[in-house]
Structures are given as structure tokens and as C-alpha cells.
């Protein structure tokens, strides 16, 4: 979710029909509507190659359109700052006035956000911390595991950064490169008690290949997370491009929590209960002035720019939290995420 990646491409349009979702996800063969080109960065090629991002207007998945080949994805993550390497992206904001903290302490007050806390996935895997092994697929800095580690817990780490995968052995958890989809050899006949996909899926290029790996490597009776970002909150259909949660062409696919519940549910797991997170960021003067920096970059490369939305304001934030404090939940919140099962 970085803002100084190199290529944001466009405010996501709807198709007039992509046919049922089933577990294969779209086939892109349905009836096609109408794709528009959309905002990029005139200077970054991949913009130019991936700059169309269409919706079904059925089921409401989103994807970039094409979807770029295997071999060029490395290249989509060489950034000046990413936060699979740990770094901050993020723009320091304004200074912050009495006013921001009042609005800031309201918006504190309506975040009833519930994300899944690794001593909550420990307790329901049933067994005592030590005996407990997990495997976090496309896990990046290994924050997480870091948590699960700390807590007793016997943590792997599976992503394609040989950076991110450096890191992991350098803190003592089990490295591991490689993709959701194109696991490696040292994972084969394993399995795990915890298996979590958090933020990793939207990455893939194909994510029913990516759960079916989940699902292999899961224990029967385990316990399987899956989040990713709300691409049917309120404050991803208003700023969409300037949007954290966008950042195409890394992330591929955009899900609705209808679309994620039944991808994975698709893939064979029982799902126990979904929850959501990410309000009381929006409203920040951090938040808002990264998103506007994100703006300012694809005005200052020459993007077309009659498809973007207007800059981030205070007053808009104000009206954001207006429209969001008491709206329905996937409306509410950036993230979505499912702990399931798999069946024994």
C-alpha cells in the first residue's frame, strides 16, 4: 500500500457483465461491456500496459485488465519505500489543531473495528502456543509472525521477497520464498495449524490457485485468516485511485467482503466469522495528506487527470466521517478479513 510506488492506475469503472463468480473466479469470458482507459502516469510503462481496472457490475469484482505476466511483477515492487521491507511511506500531514483532535477523538469513538489478534487465532487452534505451527503466505516484513513468535508459537513465512524472506531468517522464523500460487519445494507434505493470508491475496495473480495452496497446507480442523482491503467501503469508491488500498498495479484483483467470502469459501474452507477494520485512519491529517501526495505524483507526471477525484480536504473528511460513523460495516471500514476452517 505504498504512496511512492511508481505506477497508480485508474478510478475503477463497471463491465456491463462478467457471468456468476464461481470458485474459479471470473473467466473474463462473459459478456463484455464497454473497458475505458483510465488516469496513469504518462512516464511509467506498466500504467500505460495495466491502466484499465473494471468491476463486475454483477458480483462486484474488480481486476486489473490485462492482468500483467508473472515475470513482470517483480518489477512492480521495486519502490523507493515498501512495507513488505518495513519502511514508512506515509506523509507526516499538517501539524494538528484542536480541531483535528476533536474530530479525530469522534471518529475514535464510532471505530468499532474487530481485527483478529494472533492470541485469538491461538486459542482457537486448540492446542498449547508451543505446539503451534504457522504459516503466514505473502507475509512480507513478518510483523505478524514476529507476534506469533513472541507468543510461543512455531512461525513460517512464505513470499517472493528475497528481501522480505532475508529479514524473516535474520529474526529466526522460517523462511521460505516463493508465491501462493507457485509454493516451493520445502513446503511440500507440511502442515499447519494456523495458515493466514492477510493483505496477500489482492497480490495474486491467481487466487483460487493461491487458497487451493492455502488449503493443502492447512491441518484438518486448522484455523485459515484471510483479509484483504473493502473495495465496497465508502472511502475506496471515493478516492479509489488516491485511495491507500488501490495501489493497482500490485494489487490485481479488488474484493467486495461478498466476493472474499466466497472465494474462500469456494476453495473448501468453513467460515466461523468475518470481521472488518481500518475508520479512524481515514480522518487523519496523515492519511489525508499521503493520499494527496499520491494526487500531486500523478498531476506532476503528466497523467490525465479528468477522472480523478478532488484532493483530499479537511472538510471533506469532515463530511466522510458524517456519512460513515453509523453506516453499515462494509461500508464502513477498509479492510475485511474471514477466519475459517478447514473441514476435517
Known amino acids: 500500500m505504498s504512496a511512492k510506488h511508481k505506477p497508480r492506475v485508474g478510478k475503477i469503472r463497471r463491465r456491463a457483465d462478467w457471468g456468476k463468480l464461481d470458485v474459479k473466479l471470473h473467466t473474463l469470458r462473459g459478456r463484455a461491456g464497454r473497458l475505458a482507459q483510465l488516469p496513469h502516469r504518462r512516464q511509467d510503462p506498466a500504467a500505460d500496459a495495466y491502466g ?147 493483505h496477500a491475496i489482492e497480490h495474486c495473480l491467481d487466487p483460487v490457485k493461491a ?40 494489487h490485481l484483483y479488488f474484493f467486495t467482503p461478498d466476493t472474499l467470502r466466497r472465494v474462500i469459501e469456494g476453495a473448501g474452507f468453513a467460515i466461523e466469522r468475518d470481521y472488518y477494520d481500518g475508520f479512524l485512519r481515514h480522518f487523519t491529517n496523515s492519511w489525508r495528506a499521503t493520499e494527496n501526495h499520491i494526487r500531486e505524483g500523478i498531476v506532476k ?13 479537511r472538510m471533506e473528511t469532515i463530511r466522510l466521517l458524517m456519512e460513515t460513523a453509523l453506516a453499515d460495516k462494509k461500508k464502513k471500514y477498509d479492510c475485511v478479513g474471514f477466519v475459517a476452517r478447514r473441514p476435517v
Not at 94 to 117: C, I, N, Q, S, Y
Not at 301 to 313: F, K, Q
Open 301 to 313: 507526471d503528466g497523467g490525465e487527470t479528468s477522472a480523478l477525484p478532488p484532493a483530499h480536504s
Open 211 to 250: 487458497l487451493a495452496t492455502a488449503f493443502s497446507l492447512t491441518r484438518p480442523g486448522g484455523v485459515f485468516l484471510c483479509e484483504a482491503p473493502n473495495c465496497a467501503a465508502t472511502h475506496f469508491e471515493r478516492f479509489n485511485i488516491m485511495s491507500e488500498m488501490f495501489d493497482a498495479p500490485r
Open 52 to 198: 484499465r481496472v473494471t468491476r463486475c457490475r454483477r458480483c462486484g469484482l474488480g481486476a486489473v485488465e490485462p492482468l500483467p505476466s508473472a515475470e513482470e511483477l517483480p518489477a512492480f515492487y521495486r519502490l523507493e519505500a515498501y512495507y513488505t521491507h518495513g519502511e514508512s511511506h506515509f506523509q507526516k500531514g499538517e501539524a494538528v489543531t484542536f480541531a483535528d483532535r476533536v474530530r479525530d477523538h469522534l471518529a475514535w469513538r464510532f471505530d468499532k473495528g474487530d481485527p483478529a489478534k494472533p492470541e485469538r487465532l491461538i486459542a482457537l487452534a486448540g492446542k498449547p502456543a508451543g505446539e503451534i505451527r504457522v504459516l503466514d503466505i505473502g507475509c512480507g516484513h513478518g510483523n505478524l509472525l514476529k507476534e506469533f513468535k513472541a507468543l510461543g508459537a512455531k512461525a513460517a513465512g512464505l513470499d517472493p521477497d528475497p528481501e522480505a524472506v532475508e529479514n524473516l531468517a535474520k529474526a529466526g522464523i522460517a523462511a521460505h520464498q516463493g508465491t501462493g500460487e507457485a509454493p516451493p519445494e520445502s513446503l511440500a507434505g507440511q502442515l499447519f495449524d494456523i495458515v493466514i493470508m492477510t
